[in-house]
């Protein structure tokens, strides 16, 4: 099932997508949720971020060949941040460079939706605690992070630097997908996510054990190698396996 939030004139709704059309859904996806015969075609709507989350937790150094080309070691347990929810935003959206950047870059990435509040659960349940799976693009100020990992929060953190859509894909095998990330039409990244150093469960488990994931909430899982910056009048894509494509524009 492919669930997303999106506006039709000024209203918000929930939705189940389905070929070219959307269901409006009445309920929390993690509710029991109920799929209305209300149907806008996708051409007449504005498709939204599928959730509100209270936190985006970023997974960092999962791909080997990406730890290498950054300078980084290999860490032993999975090493995660946050990004605010202020930095979120969707599919078609635009991705603002801060006047004052120096190098913004892409990173393409898988991304969990968290269904169940989840606290201290072990990597072999953990995936029963996921909603779903969507694109991510994990934007980031890398001048700031190459001069100091004391800058990591800026650098992730400025709105806009944080795009998931272009729904989420709930009926996934995360651990084996392709990935890929597009800088105006021309492939950058390309990798499978079984290249991951921690799994998806083993991710899970690390930041469940630290913090209360809720429901909405958003995991992201890293990054491939193939980073580099974008400018003005660039168009991204992230595309993955079983999910489709989230695009956004930049300015
Ligand atoms: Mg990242």
Redesign the pocket.
């Known amino acids: 099932m492919k669930l997303t939030r999106f506006k039709h004139g000024d209203v918000v709704y929930r939705g189940v997508i389905k070929d070219d059309e959307v269901a409006v859904v009445e309920g929390e996806f993690w509710a029991d949720f109920n799929v209305t015969d209300t149907v806008f075609s996708l051409k007449d709507v504005k498709i939204m971020p599928a959730t509100v989350p209270s936190k985006i937790v ?3 150094l999962n791909y080997r060949q990406h730890i290498q080309e950054i300078g980084m070691k290999e860490l032993e347990a999975a090493h995660f941040f946050l990004k605010p929810p202020t930095c979120l935003i969707g599919h078609e959206d635009v991705i603002v460079r801060p006047k004052h950047a120096e190098r913004v870059d892409y ?1 393409g ?1 898988m991304a969990l939706v968290i269904k169940k509040p989840m606290k201290d659960v072990p990597e072999k349940d953990a995936l029963s605690y996921v909603l779903g799976y969507s694109c991510f693009n ?1 934007v ?1 100020e890398r001048a700031l992070v190459t001069k100091s990992l004391s800058y990591l929060t800026e650098a992730k953190g400025y709105d806009t630097f944080g795009a998931i859509g272009p729904h989420v894909e709930t009926d996934l095998e995360p651990d084996h997908l392709d990935i890929k990330t597009y800088l105006n039409g021309i492939v950058k990244q390309e990798d499978n996510t079984s290249s991951c150093l921690f799994t998806v469960s083993k991710v899970l488990f690390a930041i469940s054990r630290c913090m209360t994931l809720l429901p909405g909430d958003i995991v ?1 899982t ?2 491939p190698k193939g980073v580099s910056p974008m400018k003005a009048g660039d168009v991204v894509e992230v595309e993955i396996q079983g999910i489709g494509r989230l695009k956004n524009y930049v300015k």
Do not use: H
Request: aromatic residues 0%; glycine residues 20%; charged residues 30%.
């Open positions: 970023c997974i960092g990173e990435e994990d980031t992201a890293g990054t």
